[in-house]
Each structure stands twice: as structure tokens, then as C-alpha cells.
């Protein structure tokens, strides 16, 4: 029996260091949400991004979360600046990211996956 270590909240996939490149690489398309605990604006943000993660013009990609503060791989991997922060990957390549708590600029990030 295998044990799967991805933890599913609704739609979205919260990751850590020890299995964020494994999920890139079997997934064609990802986006990332980084986080902290004590940032509110991520924390207001979370409903939206579930919304979008059961999303019908979404469902070939994977959605994702990210504790920024606990996974310095993970965040390496998108050059994190500031929270909340969002990338999105085709496999394990980084195609675009941004500091943002606007739905409007997470949707033109989701329009740059093929």
C-alpha cells in the first residue's frame, strides 16, 4: 500500500520541499501559492485560489501551496520576493511569477501555461 504524502485541501495540494519537484515533474502544468502563516493577505486570498483550483477552464492544472517561511527549496525554485507570491510551472521549468493579492494578475498567470 502506498501512502500519498501530498496533503489535499479542496482542490489545492499543499506541498513542501520533500515532494515540490516531484510534483512538477509529473505535472504538466503547475501554479504555486507561497504563504506564511502570519500573512493576512494570503490568508484572504485562499478562497479564491480554492475557487479557481475547481475551476472547469483549470483542470489540467495543479494547484498548489506553499509555506515560503518552511520550504527554502521551494522558494528558491520561483525566486520568492514577497508574499503572497505566485508561479507557475511547465514541468519543473518556471514560466512567470508575481507578488500579487489580485485575482486579475493570478488569472494572467494561469494564461501563460500552453
Same mark, same amino acid.
Given at each position: 500500500?502506498?501512502?500519498?504524502?501530498?496533503?489535499?485541501?479542496?482542490?489545492?495540494?499543499?506541498?513542501?520541499?520533500? =515532494?515540490? =519537484?516531484?510534483?512538477?515533474?509529473?505535472? !504538466?502544468?503547475?501554479?504555486?501559492?507561497?504563504?506564511?502563516?502570519? *500573512?493576512?493577505? *494570503?490568508?484572504?486570498? +485562499?478562497?479564491?485560489?480554492?475557487?479557481?483550483?475547481? #475551476? #472547469?477552464?483549470?483542470?489540467?492544472?495543479?494547484? +498548489? %501551496?506553499?509555506? +515560503?517561511? !518552511?520550504?527554502? =527549496?521551494?522558494? !528558491?525554485?520561483?525566486?520568492?520576493?514577497?508574499?503572497?507570491?505566485?508561479?507557475?510551472?511547465?514541468? %519543473?521549468?518556471?514560466?512567470?511569477?508575481?507578488?500579487?493579492?489580485?485575482?486579475?494578475?493570478?488569472?494572467?498567470?494561469?494564461? !501563460?501555461?500552453?
Amino acid at each position: 500500500m502506498s501512502v500519498n504524502k501530498n496533503l489535499t485541501i479542496m482542490a489545492v495540494t499543499v506541498l513542501d520541499d520533500s =515532494n515540490f =519537484n516531484d510534483t512538477l515533474n509529473n505535472n !504538466k502544468k503547475t501554479i504555486v501559492k507561497y504563504f506564511a502563516g502570519w *500573512c493576512g493577505s *494570503c490568508r484572504l486570498f +485562499a478562497p479564491k485560489y480554492r475557487r479557481l483550483s475547481e #475551476d #472547469d477552464r483549470f483542470s489540467d492544472v495543479e494547484f +498548489a %501551496d506553499v509555506d +515560503a517561511e !518552511k520550504n527554502p =527549496n521551494a522558494r !528558491k525554485m520561483a525566486n520568492v520576493t514577497n508574499l503572497p507570491f505566485f508561479a507557475v510551472f511547465e514541468g %519543473d521549468k518556471l514560466i512567470d511569477a508575481a507578488s500579487t493579492n489580485k485575482e486579475e494578475m493570478v488569472l494572467e498567470l494561469l494564461s !501563460k501555461l500552453n
